[in-house]
């Protein structure tokens, strides 16, 4: 504990023990009157007889509610409960122990006590936050906008300048480095005051409106760790990206507010790859799912390196026609065919692909929210194992270079249905790259940011309507990807591919959903639980507490790109599945009641809570 936390706990121990002091002594006030108290000798002499003990028990029951370790700055209506609480828990242990050993006082001492010792407890928390607001509107002049910079470096440096240049109402106040060697010195007239640890304590002293993290070269985590400080402040909080994207503006124009993506603690990298252009170049693409959010992403990116043709299929005419609006716009040379239609119509695909001849084809359409699929699950396997199977088919056919299938990390051990059709996608995938010229593929990866129907979209739309923010588990973690970074991964995999792999993308670190939600309530500028509740309702139908990205025996081959890595193909009975596979087909196709056990039968790794 530092110098400055040991001070603050013994002020508040010294102001518990007057506390203890008052809320003995008045009752006597309230009950007999000032002029009458000395009278009271009986109960005076046992109320200071007694009153070490008060003393201890009121510190004890505070230390036990961790009153003595709480930021009183930024205290609400939750530290007024709990002094609250205090109070009713310490006058409890006073009327027994003195009923215990029969210490007789006069009948109102105890309600007076009570009213008197949670008052002060009250006040003498509160009154901490009120004095600080004292303290800040003093440090304030006028309408002076107060900043705090992070880093004592050149972006920092520069930052200052162009803030003393070109806007009056902004004063740099403090800056804060890790590198101790900078503490008390000055850059451009600002004093730098110590490290990150003073981040709070600073905010406070200085009256900082605004935080602007300058450490364009930080580490990812390193930048979630420094928001994760400064959102225990009341300061906005925003951050200078990486310096190369700012060479041709201003940099303090440059500074943005944090995003959800600086909250993951890890880089989002969209792969630039030269070859990508060259493999798509003068071919025809197809995307299926091309209004989904991985299908139009797909699509902007094969745009953007001048194909031969694109040709986007989907069965939802809204999303996919604000694509094409989209492409015609930006990529107006690339010569685009938006068709209608639905992977589980094999007529339908036989005559696109008959007209059209793909070269390449990314399949990206699925039926992909979990709950759902639990309540439908015959729709799960109509639409993505009979699609997946109609398009292989298809492929093989018409003699496609390249057949590259968006699978999921649900597919690993599924508990779910939706898991279990990716799971046996991906068999059929391999059974087919196995009997075929085409290079079948499938690039396996988690959740990714933003998607339609994803977590973070509901969770900020749930804090615009003021909570409260759901999620299925307090301990349930994801793994979690740019929409972008993963499209420019699965293109990059596609590159690589030889036939018969299950390529699985690096998703870095897991992340807890309950943090990811509290930091977008704090983002937003909220406190959890308090201005928004977090509820905890259950996990739901066949959802994981942790998503796997990769089966033991699958095993796991390192490729040319670190990001990217394949696992090894898992060997069976190709006949046997398939057979398997159309008898599946025909049942959910028949609307089977009962279709589990089947999905059991052909997915062996399939493993639901009830069958």
Not at 69 to 85: G, I, L, Q
Not at 423 to 435: A, D, G, K, L
Request: aromatic fraction near 8%; include cysteine; charged fraction near 25%.
């Amino acid at each position: 504990m530092s110098v400055k936390k040991r001070t603050s706990t013994a002020m508040f121990i010294l102001a518990d023990i007057l506390i203890a002091i008052v809320s003995a002594v008045m009752p006597f006030v309230f009950r007999f009157g000032i002029s009458y108290v000395g009278a009271q000798v009986y109960y005076l002499d046992l109320a200071i007889t007694w009153l070490p003990l008060d003393a201890v028990i009121l510190i004890t029951v505070n230390t036990y509610l961790r009153l003595y370790k709480r930021v009183w700055t930024y205290a609400s209506v939750s530290e007024m409960y709990d002094c609250t609480k205090s109070a009713v828990i310490t006058e409890a242990i006073y009327m027994a122990y003195k009923v215990l050993f029969g210490i007789n006082m006069f009948r109102s001492y105890y309600p007076f006590n009570f009213f008197i010792l949670m008052i002060l407890l009250i006040v003498s928390r509160m009154s901490i936050r009120f004095l600080r607001g004292i303290e800040k509107r003093r440090h304030k002049q006028g309408d002076t906008h107060n900043v705090m910079i992070i880093g004592g470096g050149g972006a920092a440096s520069m930052l200052i300048k162009e803030y003393q240049l070109s806007n009056r109402r902004i004063k740099v106040s403090c800056i804060l480095d890790d590198n101790p060697e900078k503490k008390g010195k000055m850059l451009n007239d600002v004093p730098i005051i110590g490290g990150r640890e003073e981040i709070v304590s600073a905010a406070d002293r200085y009256g900082i409106d605004e935080i602007v993290i300058a450490i364009p070269s930080a580490d990812p985590s390193d930048i979630r760790e420094l928001i994760a400080l400064c959102q225990q402040t009341e300061a906005k909080v925003r951050r200078l990206p990486a310096i190369a994207t700012t060479l041709t503006e201003s940099l303090s124009s440059s500074v943005r507010d944090v995003n959800y993506e600086d909250l993951l603690g890890r880089d989002s990298v969209i792969i630039r790859n030269p070859e990508l252009h060259d493999f798509v170049h003068d071919k025809t693409v197809m995307v299926t799912g091309g209004g989904g959010s991985i299908g139009s992403e797909l699509c902007r990116q094969i745009a953007a390196n001048k194909p031969k043709e694109l040709i986007i299929i989907d069965i939802y005419e809204n999303s996919t026609y604000e694509l094409e609006v989209e492409l015609e716009r930006y990529y107006p040379e690339t010569k685009l065919e938006i068709l209608i239609a639905s992977v589980r119509d094999f007529d339908r695909l036989d005559t696109i692909f008959a007209k059209y001849r793909p070269d390449v084809v990314y399949h990206a359409a699925a039926h992909k929210h979990v709950p759902l699929m639990e309540t439908s699950p015959n729709e799960a396997i109509k639409n993505n194992c009979l699609g997946t199977l109609n398009l292989a088919k298809l492929a093989d056919k018409y003699d496609v270079n390249r057949f590259v299938m968006i699978s999921t990390d649900k597919a690993v051990r599924p508990t779910n249905v939706m898991g279990a059709t990716k799971r046996i996608c991906e068999m059929i995938v391999q059974t087919y790259n196995n009997r075929s010229d085409t290079e079948f593929v499938a690039v396996r990866f988690g959740n990714v940011l933003g998607s339609n129907g994803s977590v973070i979209p509901l969770f900020l739309k749930q804090i615009e309507e003021g909570g409260p923010v759901t999620l299925t588990h307090r301990e349930i973690t994801r793994y979690f990807m740019t929409i972008p970074e993963a499209v420019s991964l699965v293109l990059t995999a596609g590159l690589m591919a030889k036939g018969g792999e299950i390529f699985v993308l690096d998703m870095g670190e897991p992340v807890k959903i309950y943090e990811l939600a509290s930091n977008l309530i704090k983002m937003k500028g909220y406190v959890p639980e308090e201005d928004i509740k977090i509820e905890v309702v259950g996990l739901r139908p066949g959802e994981k507490l942790y998503e796997e990205l990769l089966m033991d025996e699958e095993g796991l081959q390192e490729t040319a790109n670190k990001k990217i890595h394949i696992g090894k193909p898992i060997e069976l009975d190709e006949e046997a599945f398939l057979a398997k596979l159309d008898r599946l087909i025909e049942k959910a196709e028949d609307n089977m009641a009962e279709i589990r056990k089947d999905i059991k039968e052909i997915c062996p790794t399939y493993q639901p809570r009830n069958i």
